[in-house]
């Protein structure tokens, strides 16, 4: 049976929100150590010194608008999984004039820079407009990544995991998120052979070739003949609205799907995960510090 089995129906968890500014030894005690989802709730992003309510069409074109971009295309049905969309070149002007400028949008174009640099255009010319949030500030920084789209329907991505630590800030529009902790891992039927799942959330696979970490099964349409473990994940499941000016903390290995609508653009900072050594010293420095102020 597909989508209605009362696996499914299980009601899902919500994630913690936190408003903006609260003290880092809350975000590490609390969140960043247990491996733990959390939202960050700002009145606006320029409480972290940021300009991105600079970023309309105009500005963006003059900023950025001669760059070439990697525009990711799907071929007009599916949800932008790998199989079903490319890569292409395109002029960042043509694709704020295809998709951003247009009242209509374009559901089949959408711009998600993920080429392992740390960053690319047009992020690099608005590098003026942002920082590192302070709550990454201290970790060890792998990319920062562009997300932009402007569909009449929505658009959701395959559920898949991603290797890094991922702190999401929401510029403009909103956000749905499916999330599974690590642990879900075989119930979700990622495309890779698993070996296993280390504390600090990485999956490892017997390879990392052809996208592992990318599921089979889409938690919005569950067929359970082919998919009977996924029943098991289903408790397990957490649902989030990220908003304009909301940041998500997600930490390495939660699966997740992501709907979104309308006119969206969001800035990701992509983290190397802590080892599990780290996790211990952080724990204990915590411990020690806490322990200090009851003297």
């Not at 199989?83 to 704020?96: D, I, L, N, S, V």
């Not at 702190?167 to 956000?175: I, N, P, Q």
Request: hydrophobic share 40%; glycine share 6%; with cysteine.
């Amino acid at each position: 049976m597909i989508g209605d089995d009362a696996a499914t129906r299980i009601p899902a968890q919500g994630v913690p929100r936190l408003r903006y500014p609260f003290p880092l030894e809350v975000f590490y005690r609390d969140y960043y150590i247990p491996r733990r989802p959390l939202i960050i709730t700002t009145d606006s992003f320029s409480q972290l010194g940021w300009h991105t309510s600079r970023w309309d069409n105009d500005y963006l074109l003059y900023k950025a608008g001669a760059q070439e971009v990697m525009v990711l295309q799907r071929n007009g049905a599916g949800n932008f999984a790998p199989e079903q969309a490319r890569y292409r070149p395109m002029r960042f002007h043509e694709f704020m004039s295809r998709v951003m400028a247009s009242s209509a949008g374009d559901q089949d174009l959408y711009l998600n820079l993920q080429n392992d640099q740390v960053m690319e255009p047009p992020l690099l010319q608005l590098i003026g407009d942002f920082n590192v949030p302070v709550y990454f500030k201290d970790l060890t920084l792998r990319c920062i990544n562009l997300w932009m789209g402007n569909s009449p329907a929505s658009i959701t991505t395959p559920l898949h995991h991603d290797f890094n630590d991922n702190l999401y800030a929401v510029v403009e529009g909103r956000k749905h998120f499916t999330l599974f902790p690590p642990e879900q891992a075989p119930n979700l039927y990622p495309q890779g052979q698993l070996k296993s799942v280390d504390a600090n959330g990485y999956i490892h696979y017997e390879d990392l070739d052809h996208k592992p970490h990318m599921c089979q099964v889409d938690p919005t349409a569950v067929d359970l003949q082919r998919f009977p473990l996924y029943g098991n994940a289903a408790a397990a499941r957490l649902e989030c609205h990220v908003e304009k000016h909301e940041m998500l903390f997600l930490p390495t290995g939660w699966f997740h799907q992501v709907t979104s609508w309308g006119r969206h653009v969001a800035v990701s900072f992509f983290s190397m995960p802590p080892s599990l050594s780290q996790l211990d010293y952080l724990k204990g420095a915590l411990a020690e510090r806490t322990a200090r102020r009851r003297q």
